[in-house]
Every structure is written in C-alpha cells, then in structure tokens.
C-alpha cells in the first residue's frame, strides 16, 4: 500500500512537471514582443465596459450546494456497495431509507424551481 | 516493449534494491525504500510517455473521424495520412506567442493553465492497463479516479477568474457547474458495479468480470449494467466537456468560455488536458463495464490483455468522436436539467435494483443472473418511458426542454434498443 | 526515512496552504491556497494508510466544499476587490485562532499516540514482494461460500484492503442510527440553504 502511494506522488509530481516543461519549451522558441493592444482584454474587438469580476447569481450558490450533498450521500454509498456481499439483505432497506430521505431533498429543490436555470 | 514490461514491473523494486544495496550507494535500510522511489520515476516516466504519444495520436484520431463523418479527408499533409501532424501542432503551440492579459491576476492565470494538465494526467497511475502493467492498484482505485477528476474544476476556475475576462469567467462559472452537477451521476452510475464486484480496486474490478469472478464471473458488467453504462458514457461526456455538452467553450455564446484569454502553449495545455481526460475516461470505461483487460471471448485467452485493454478504450475513444461528430449542442438549461431530473433520478433507482436483484441472483447459474438483469433493465427503460410521455402529456410537447427533433431521435434510439 | 521525509513534505504543504489563507490579500486567492491545504491533508491520510479517507478528502474538499466556497465568494458584492481581507478584529481573531493552537499542540502531546516510526509496513512489505515477485500470483484463487461471494482474500494478487469493507459494515451495522441521521442532516441543509437562497 506505501509503495503505491509513493508512486501516486511521484506521477504526479511528473504529472506536474509536463506543463511546466511546455511553458519552459516555449520561452526559448516563442518571440516576446507584448503589446498594449494585444494584451487588453478579449471582448471580440469591442472596448471592454466595466470589471470582469462582478457579482454571480445565487443559482449557483445552490448548484453548489445541492453537489456537495449528493456527492457526500455519494461517499457513503461507496463502502456500502462494496461491504454489500458481506452484509445481510436488511443493508438493502437501509440504504434505501438513507436514499429516500436525501430524494426529498431532491423533490423538494426541483419543486421550489432551485433546480431551473435561470 | 509493453509487452517485456510486465516482466519487469513485478520484480523492478527487487532488482533496484538489490543493485543500491550490492553498490552500497545508500546506508543502513534505505535501499529498499529509494528502491520503490526508483522504481516509481521509472514507472511514471513509461507510463506517461505512451500515455503522451496515445494523447497525440487521438487529436490526430479525431480530426480524421470527424473529418470523414463530415465527408472531409482530415489532416493529410504533413506526413504519410497525415501522421505526423501532431507533431507539426506541437511546433506551432511551442513557437506562437504567448500573451498575458494585462488585466490578468498573473499568478492565478499562469498557474490555472498549469495546474490544468496534472488532473487528466494523474488519473492514469491507477488505470490496469494488464493484470502487473498497473502502476498504483489501490484499494480504493476507482474512487481515486473520480476524485481526481472531480479536482479538475480548480484549474477551470483559476483560469476563468485569473483571465478577468467577462466571457472567461462566465465560462469557468458555466464549466464548474456543470462539472460537479454531472460528477453525481457518473458516480453514482458505477455503484451499480461495485455492488456487483464488492471491490474499488482497478484489477479487482477486471478479475471480477473474468472466468475467476467470485460472485457473476464471466460477464462484462455492460451487460448487467446497461442503463449505468450508458448514464456513465453521457455524465462522463459533459465531465470532460466534450461536445454535445461543451458549453462552457459554445464559441457562438461566450467565445471560448474560460480558455478565452490563453494563446500559444497556455491554449495547448487546456488542448492536452482534454485529450488526455477523453483516453483516461475511456480507459476507466473499459475497465468497469467492458472487462478491462480481460479478453472478450474465451478462445482468446492467449491475447495480452493490454492488447484487449488498448482496443476496448479506443472503442470508447471512437464513440466519444462519434457523439462530438453528430449530435448538435445542447442548451444550458436543457444540460443543467438533464444532470437533475433525469439523470440523478434514474441512476438513484438502477442501483436500488441492482442491489435487490444481487441479493435476489445470489446463487443463481449464469444465465438466470443474465436473464434477471435484462428484465430489471428492460423494465427500467420501460417506466421511464411511460413516465417522459405522461409527463410530456401533462405539460405539452413543446414546453419540455427538449425539442422534437431530438425527441424522435431519442425514440428511435430506445426503441432500437429494445428490440 | 522516507516516511519522515513524506510527513515533512505534506505537512509543509498543509500548513503552508493555511499560511497562505491568511496571508493573501485577494479572499479568492486566499479559497485557492485553501485547496492546497486541504491536498495536504489527503497527504497525511494516505501516510497513515487511510486509502479510503485519502480519496474521499480530494473528492469531497477538493472538488466539492472548494467549489461552494468559491461560489460564496463569487455571489458576494464588493468582496472581489483587491482590498486588504484584515479589520480591526484581526487581533481578537489571532488571540481565538492561537489558544485554539495551543490547546489543541497540549492535548496532542498528552495523548498517547499508537504510532511507530521506522519499521513501516512499507519495507516489508516491499521485502515479500521481492522475495516472492507478485506475491501469490500464480496461487489458485480460493472457492468463496456459496451464498455471499465473499472476496476471496488475497490470493489473486489484487489490492484487497478491506478498510472499506470494514466502513460499510460498521456504518450499518454498529452506527446505523448516526448513518441514517447523516441523512437527515444533509436533508436539513438543503432545506435551509434553498429557503435562504429564495428570501
């Protein structure tokens, strides 16, 4: 098991070094000749109006939200499913209880619209 | 040389350790410890080179299909069919200059184009490529997969902010959402399979769909798992953002959405990461419903199973392009809506009858487990179908966020499938 | 020796994530060098030999508590400005966050740690894989009771570690009421945060 987190560690420590290598690669060979014009803000020619760090909608506040819950009910379906053949059929029932009551919160943002994007 | 690697592998931590020691390079009981770093360097560096060259010949790949879906020839210039092309991209991105926003947060900006490339790589050191050519089996592969793949929204992020751009950063919010709202469904299709296997481990995985299988052996879990394995090919399209679910870059809305600002090798990474998450996602594919390594039919025992797992993901790799080369963009809201109330829902329900029926099989021959799942499967599709129509009677055809061209196609599709 | 240098590493990687934290001036960057702290805490849970929780702190902190704070920040007004994060609670705050610090460094040195440095289990088990190659790979994978299909054990050369296992039985074995109150909870957020979102 150490053995193969040590190499998780190393690919990615490799992993990393891919783009810093790209990046270094194309400071030697690219040309530099920065601009005023060329480095202004993309706006398809337009002149940018206003800052591009405004305030977001609440909608994705709850996107957010209603992820975080799911993918933790997520988590704890993992080690039941993979315990499931050790574990007698009353696991089946529980889980579904568990399933059931995290399906009203479900129902209950799609009834509220929180689901819609707006 | 793939096929010496296997060999090798299994005892190259051994051989290291025996050499560091015999050299005396290293004091007292470190040998076996830098033994495994070692061995690991060695590992990464194989691994990440054919995952490189794969990565290069896929973009070449696709141009060539989609080309030919769309009565093109595709790239055939530079090289014999064009395969050194490539090649000829890398040389383009590394020699184009490369320009930084001055509204741009700097460090955020370069490091989100950075950061962008080790998520899609990183997945790789837990994908079975052959029973020894795995390079981390850990217990818990299949959820390091994904949590890995779920880290790729930060990078996305910091490139959408760092731009300060207003189309950057409304790609990144478009791309973020819909990443984490399709990561439910990808995760939550492949319990079906776990409850299956009783095991995240990548080659646990593979041997139980082998003849070695403890509980259902013989059988792909595609084949048990039909409704998980096509939940699990769409999450998984809009997770790495290919197209029909490619909003967050819909050039005819928001320009290039959060890669907007980047040119030369920056825009190149975001280009990499794309390729490299499409094979690794295929590869995962492969492994948990199509048998991974394992070869599809019994007379072939003798096949190396990397050939199996190298054909099986480029299969997967196939049906990515084909998706991107038919199907048109969706909307927004259309996407959104889809991850929540028909995706989450139907999978919620698949792996509620997945475990009853495995509780219900257990014991039973092959063939009865087989039966099973299919009727549980076609009954599924059917109840989703009766509830589409009664709840498309209820609101009129046209209010559902689906259009009828779509609708038709989808109705083929099914019906297609059930025959 | 390794495992003192990979303790090292991701511990400064932890702390220096929360370092940063407090350091930056922009409170977006201050959520990125958070994510940072929390990869270095999934460090620390792989050391330890927690696969499970390892993964589950990347999935659920990284790609998912990461996100919801992003989101906050995003939704806040006037927050996105290069101000300085600090007021004039900043002392009151460093008084609170040190004798946190300090009663949490007392009570960790009380404690007695089960902890054993030096012969991890890495080395040996590095040691049977070199004596043995793949060990137990060519052993004939153990017939499994008839009505479970229990794993068969490590036998087939597969990483088998059955923390997980261990989890789902406990969790719903031993901790079933807490299990299927975590749902209620998770219910109880989304609630409140949809009700919140609409007022």
Redesign the interface.
């Known amino acids: 098991m150490g053995e193969n987190w040590a190499f998780v560690a190393i690919f990615s420590i490799i992993a990393l070094s891919i783009p810093l290598l790209g990046i270094l690669a194309a400071r030697l060979l690219a040309p530099r000749r920065p601009g005023a014009i060329k480095q202004s803000t993309y706006e398809c020619g337009l002149e940018t109006i206003g800052d591009a760090w405004i305030q977001f909608k609440v909608q994705y506040y709850l996107y957010a939200l209603i992820f975080v819950l799911f993918d933790v009910e997520t988590v704890f379906l993992y080690p039941w499913a993979v315990a499931y053949n050790a574990l007698p059929l009353l696991a089946l029932f529980e889980m579904i209880v568990f399933l059931l009551i995290l399906g009203i919160g479900l129902v209950y943002a799609w009834r509220k619209g929180a689901l819609e994007w707006i | 040389m793939l096929h010496a690697l296997p060999l090798a592998e299994?005892?190259l931590?051994?051989w290291l350790?025996?050499l560091i020691s015999g050299h005396a390079l290293l004091p007292g009981?470190?040998p076996?410890?830098?033994?495994?770093?070692i061995a690991?360097?060695l590992?990464?560096?194989v691994?990440?080179l054919i995952v490189?060259i794969g990565m290069l010949y896929a973009t070449w790949g696709e141009r060539k299909v989609i080309g030919r879906m769309q009565d093109r020839l595709g790239p055939n210039r530079v090289g014999l069919f064009g395969l050194a092309q490539p090649f000829a991209d890398m040389i383009k991105?590394?020699?184009?200059?490369?320009?930084?926003?001055?509204?741009a947060?700097k460090?955020?900006y370069?490091l989100g184009?950075?950061?962008?490339?080790?998520p899609a790589?990183?997945g790789?050191?837990v994908v079975a490529l052959d029973?020894?050519l795995i390079?981390?089996?850990?217990?818990?592969?299949a959820?390091?997969f994904?949590?890995?793949?779920?880290?790729s929204?930060?990078p996305i992020?910091?490139a959408g902010?760092g731009?300060?751009?207003?189309?950057?950063?409304l790609g990144a919010?478009r791309a973020?959402?819909q990443v984490?709202?399709y990561?439910?469904p990808q995760?939550?299709s492949i319990?079906g399979v776990?409850?299956l296997a009783?095991?995240?481990?990548m080659?646990?995985l593979v041997?139980s769909q082998g003849p070695?299988g403890?509980?259902f052996p013989g059988v792909w879990y595609v084949f048990l798992q039909p409704i998980g394995f096509i939940i699990f090919l769409l999450a998984t399209t809009a997770e790495i953002e290919r197209t029909p679910f490619d909003i967050p870059e819909a050039e005819s809305e928001i320009?290039a959405g959060y890669h907007?600002?980047y040119a030369?090798?920056?825009f190149?990474?975001f280009y990499?990461a794309l390729y490299f998450v499409t094979i690794s996602a295929s590869a995962v594919g492969a492994i948990l419903f199509l048998g991974g390594w394992q070869p599809p039919f019994g007379f072939m025992a003798g096949l190396p199973g990397w050939v199996s797992m190298t054909a099986k993901t480029l299969v997967l790799v196939f049906v990515f392009m084909w998706l991107r080369g038919t199907l048109p963009r969706l909307r927004?809201?259309q996407?959104?809506?889809f991850a929540?109330?028909v995706l989450?829902?139907i999978s919620?329900v698949n792996?509620?009858v997945t475990?009853?029926l495995?509780?219900l099989v257990?014991?039973w021959p092959p063939l009865g487990v087989f039966g099973a799942f299919a009727v549980a499967n076609v009954a599924m599709v059917l109840l989703l179908l009766w509830l589409v129509a009664g709840w498309r009677r209820r609101s009129g055809a046209r209010q559902m966020s689906f259009d009828r061209p779509r609708d038709i196609a989808a109705g083929a599709a099914v019906r297609g499938g059930a025959a | 020796m390794i495992e003192k240098v990979a303790f090292g590493l991701v511990t400064a990687v932890a702390l220096g994530g929360a370092l940063g934290v407090v350091a930056a001036r922009n409170v977006f960057v201050s959520a990125l060098w958070l994510v940072l702290s929390f990869i270095g805490v999934a460090g620390l849970y792989a050391l330890l030999g927690a696969d499970f929780l390892a993964a589950t702190q990347v999935l659920i902190y990284v790609g998912a508590i990461s996100v919801l704070i992003l989101f906050a920040i995003m939704l806040t007004s006037n927050v996105m400005s290069d101000e300085r994060a600090n007021n004039r609670q900043a002392f009151l705050a460093f008084i609170v966050a040190s004798s946190v610090v300090a009663a949490l460094g007392v009570l960790g040195y009380r404690t007695d740690w089960p902890v054993t440095w030096g012969d991890g289990a890495t080395i040996v088990r590095v040691e049977a894989a070199a004596a043995g190659g793949a060990v137990g790979a060519s052993a004939p994978v153990t017939a499994t009771d008839g009505a479970a299909g229990q794993p068969a054990g490590n036998t087939d050369g597969v990483n088998r570690d059955e923390n997980v296992v261990q989890l789902g039985t406990a969790l719903l074995g031993e901790h079933l009421l807490s299990f299927e109150v975590i749902s209620l909870v998770l219910l109880v957020a989304l609630i409140g945060a949809i009700v919140i979102a609409r007022d």
Do not use: C
Not at chain 2, 32 to 37: F, P, R, Y
Not at chain 2, 113 to 118: E, T
Not at chain 2, 146 to 151: D, E, L, Q, R, V
């Open positions: 299994t005892s931590s051994g350790s025996g009981e470190a076996l410890a830098w033994a495994v770093v690991s360097i590992k990464a560096t691994i990440i490189q991105m590394l020699t184009k200059e490369d320009i930084t926003p001055t509204a947060h460090w955020v370069n184009a950075i950061l962008v490339v080790p790589v990183i790789f050191a029973r020894h390079a981390a089996d850990l217990s818990v592969g959820l390091f994904f949590a890995i793949g779920s880290t929204v930060m992020f910091m902010w731009s300060r751009n207003k189309y950057a950063l919010m973020v959402a984490v709202s990561e439910i995760v939550l319990v776990l409850l009783g095991t995240l481990s080659n646990g041997i070695l403890d509980a320009i907007t600002e030369g090798i920056k190149g990474l990499l927004v809201d996407l959104m809506a929540w109330k989450v829902p919620l792996l509620m475990g009853f495995v509780k257990a014991g």
